[in-house]
């Protein structure tokens, strides 16, 4: 890991962007916390580190005032990582599904998430090899948020990821319901109830299927870009259960 800027935020919080090897990421921690402290992994969507940063270094600060460290990678294929042909094509069939008004496939859903599953977490999982080699960081770890079907997977295969919160969203392919019945940890769940992107009853059956003894689904009333501020409340007070 080699970091490549260093910058103190206003509310002490040091934020240090880094590559591993040809994956950029931020890492945000403390100015003051004694080391070494739990790690956050932060998800996000496809859509790059550049367009994702307001609302990851929102989450990031909150995770730093709970006594954590938070820390996002860029995923394959976006931001300014080299483009993915095979995944950029699948964008194309899902836009020209969802203008045409047509339903979304299994085919289309499989050639989107399964290869960015495949490929996004060893990538993570070579990150939490970097950040648990850092002084200042101890685990345990969690993973909040992103694409649902990478966080599914991250918790079947990688022991050190102790809870995770997950964002529900529909795009989840066949294969991953199997996986959700091997996950075991504690998991907490945000859903839109009325989300024009997400289809409420696959998100409801998703986590029925989840393995956990200990899950929670907080369901809110509103579209994708109505949740509340109190949902991330919920959110931080189940990180800071588990992680401390």
Do not use: C
Not at 166 to 185: H, Y
């Amino acid at each position: 890991m080699r970091f490549t800027s260093a910058r103190h935020l206003d509310d002490g919080v040091v934020e240090r962007e880094f590559t591993l090897g040809e994956i950029p990421g931020i890492l945000w921690t403390s100015a003051s916390a004694t080391p070494p402290v739990p790690l956050v992994l932060l998800g996000h969507p496809p859509l790059g580190l550049g367009r994702m940063y307001p609302r990851l270094v929102a989450r990031a600060r909150r995770a730093v005032a709970d006594g954590f460290a938070a820390a996002a990678i860029e995923l394959p294929g976006s931001g300014d990582r080299p483009r993915w042909d095979a995944i950029e094509q699948a964008r194309v069939d899902l836009r020209r599904a969802l203008e045409a008004g047509e339903p979304v496939n299994d085919e289309i859903i499989d050639a989107l998430i399964l290869p960015l599953v495949d490929k996004a977490v060893p990538e993570f999982q070579a990150a939490l090899d970097a950040f648990l080699s850092l002084p200042e960081i101890g685990g345990p770890v969690a993973y909040s948020g992103g694409v649902i079907s990478v966080g599914i997977r991250l918790a079947v295969v990688e022991p050190r990821i102790v809870a995770a919160g997950f964002f529900a969203g529909s795009f989840v392919p066949r294969i991953m319901f199997e996986q959700a019945r091997k996950v075991t940890i504690p998991l907490h769940v945000l859903l839109q109830w009325d989300d024009e992107g997400n289809d409420r009853q696959a998100a409801l059956k998703l986590f029925d299927a989840f393995g956990s003894k200990e899950k929670t689904l907080h369901a809110n009333m509103g579209g994708h870009t109505g949740v509340p501020w109190y949902a991330g409340e919920g959110a931080a007070e189940f990180f800071a259960r588990h992680l401390r």
